[in-house]
């Protein structure tokens, strides 16, 4: 699998938060795995981990940027740390080339129309 490339030449990461049976999440995964050349995908179930289903109750999807190499976050502090941000959230509706247009306007290089 391809990984997006930043202009320094280093990869960044997509966090998919999700949970299981979630239908919009399994949408979301497989429309970002559907791009050319798909994203490196790290998906996160907000239900293994406390702090995360504390902070994402339902409100899954969310998409998120590691911008440090293998900052997946194991708890709700990783983003306080500046390992990762939050993406807005995706329009449900987005595929193909307009998510990887909404991609690269909303921080994530690497992905081409």
């Not at 391809?2 to 990461?13: H, L, M, N």
């Not at 994402?56 to 440090?68: C, F, H, K, Q």
């Not at 306080?80 to 193909?96: D, M, N």
Request: proline content about 11%.
């Amino acid at each position: 699998m391809a990984d997006p490339v930043v202009a320094d030449g280093a990869s960044r990461q997509l966090l998919l938060f999700t949970r299981q049976g979630c239908c919009l999440c399994e949408g979301l995964e497989e429309k970002l795995r559907a791009l050319n050349p798909p994203p490196q995908i790290q998906l996160l179930d907000v239900d293994a981990d406390p702090a995360l289903q504390a902070r994402y109750g339902l409100e899954v999807p969310v998409l998120a940027v590691a911008v440090a190499p293998g900052s997946g976050p194991t708890a709700a502090t990783s983003q306080a740390q500046g390992t990762w941000h939050e993406l807005p959230r995706v329009p449900p509706r987005l595929s193909g080339d307009g998510l990887a247009v909404w991609l690269q306007k909303n921080g994530f290089p690497g992905q081409h129309t």
